[in-house]
T-cell receptor
């Protein structure tokens, strides 16, 4: 059973370009969370999605950031008009149930490291 | 109220020693407290987790101690090994807040041979 797959592993974008980060959850997992990690810091929650629905986007900046988890295909985190402050590691995690419910651990991917030049 | 405070920031332990990492929280609505281990270039991986109705949970060399009244919980790594050298994160989540994990700032553990 493959783990959570994220691609690309590394992404370099110039200021003003768009960044698209993809996440394929583990098989059978319909809950996806996105987190951002700045260097030497903990992970910060961004958004929680179930298939075709955004459940909680309270951690996501109101502008330039969007996320989706379509019925078919991976979850996508999109950052428009990137700025240097967007440089970070972005992690996706999945679970079959909401984290903590039914003792459902969260499985993380290895992240996408975004560098904005 | 949503913060989880973690200490120390870094920790050096000799092989065979005990590593202890502490976390404190404010929000009494948190009902799930996991610890994650992260190696460089990798995503965090769940080590062990506890709920507030239990004061201690042990899995192999890893133990969580939970003090509900003090709103603190800690990770103990017994017989620490060089392979345990990694960054450790505590976290907390609430059922009524989408179960999103609130992470501590991390502890970088180095176990010397």
């Amino acid at each position: 059973n493959a783990g959570v797959m994220q691609n690309p592993r590394h992404l370099v974008r110039r200021r003003g370009q768009e960044a698209r980060l993809r996440c394929s959850p583990m098989k059978g997992h319909s809950h996806v969370y996105w987190y951002r990690q700045l260097p030497e810091e903990g992970l910060k929650f961004m958004v929680y999605l179930q298939k075709e629905n955004i459940i909680d986007e309270s951690g996501m900046p109101k502008e330039r950031f969007s996320a989706e988890f379509p019925k078919e295909g991976p979850s996508i985190l999109r950052i428009q008009q990137v700025v240097r402050g967007d440089s970070a590691a972005y992690f996706c995690a999945s679970s079959p149930y909401p984290t903590g419910g039914n003792n459902s651990p969260l499985h993380f991917g290895n992240g996408t490291r975004l560098t904005v030049t | 109220q949503q913060q989880v405070k973690q200490s120390p920031q870094s920790l050096i332990v000799q092989k065979g020693g005990i590593s202890i990492i502490n976390c404190a929280y404010e929000n009494t609505a948190f009902d799930y407290f996991p610890w994650y281990q992260q190696f460089p270039g990798k995503g965090p991986a769940l080590l062990i987790a506890i709920r507030p109705d239990v004061s201690e949970k042990k899995e192999g060399r890893f133990t969580i101690s939970f003090n509900k009244s003090a709103k603190q919980f800690s990770l103990h790594i017994m017989d620490s090994q060089p392979g345990d050298s990694a960054t450790y994160f505590c976290a907390a989540s609430r059922r009524d807040s989408s179960y999103k994990l609130i992470f501590g700032s991390g502890t970088r553990l180095l176990v010397r041979p």
